[in-house]
């Protein structure tokens, strides 16, 4: 389990495909971690299979490769990086599972002096799990949607965030990792909502 609040940005060093699936390589700066923990690439939950002087190396499966974005890196690729969530860490975010529903489209990247505003499109039943001011984590980053659209949703962007994550590197057109919100999920699961 995550919180979405990205703890350091990494890059790609290779992403090698073994069949249907992959070894990605990812150059960062996370200190002390250890084969088997877990750590969200660009929201990925993706388990640590070597630890390398400067990064990790990961196994993706293919139903990964199919569902996200990994599929797409290339060498030099920036991704968000989150360690999992500690019992008794702050809840800066919102609780994010690193199972992706769907990849997105960029639509529009409107670059203000202040927050960025960016509508992300992506149609169908899944935008049924968006609420005006609700979560929703993009690329594993926790974010509040501004508003709510007829075919996706816009995103204003404050500076820290834009800072401290690769959203600075995105651009119209590109397409990024969407996972709604865990709560919303349940309570349709569960009837919760119904009377």
């Known amino acids: 389990m995550f919180t979405g609040i990205i703890e350091r940005t990494g890059e790609v060093r290779s992403l090698r495909r073994q069949g249907a699936d992959a070894r990605l390589e990812i150059g960062c700066d996370l200190a ?13 939950c993706l388990t640590v299979a070597q630890v390398v002087k400067t990064g990790f190396a990961a196994d993706v499966s293919g139903e990964t490769l ?18 999992a969530l500690r019992l008794g860490d702050r809840l800066g975010g919102h609780l994010v599972a690193g199972h992706i529903d769907r990849t997105a489209l960029l639509h529009k990247i409107v670059k203000r002096s202040g927050a960025w505003e960016i509508t992300v499109y992506c149609p169908g039943k899944d935008l049924r799990y968006v609420v005006d001011k609700g ?43 969407v996972e709604f919100d865990q709560i919303a999920k349940y309570v349709e699961t569960t009837g919760a909502g119904k009377r």
């Open 32 to 44: 002390d971690l250890v084969m088997g923990e877990s750590v969200a690439v660009d929201g990925v």
């Open 66 to 83: 199919r569902r996200s974005v990994i599929g797409t890196y290339r060498t030099g690729t920036a991704v968000n990086l989150e360690r």
């Open 135 to 177: 979560s929703v984590a993009v690329n594993g980053i926790s974010l509040t949607v501004a508003k709510k659209i007829a075919d996706g949703f816009a995103l204003a962007i404050v500076p820290h965030t834009l800072a401290a994550t690769t959203i600075g590197r995105w651009r119209t057109g590109g397409q990024v990792n």
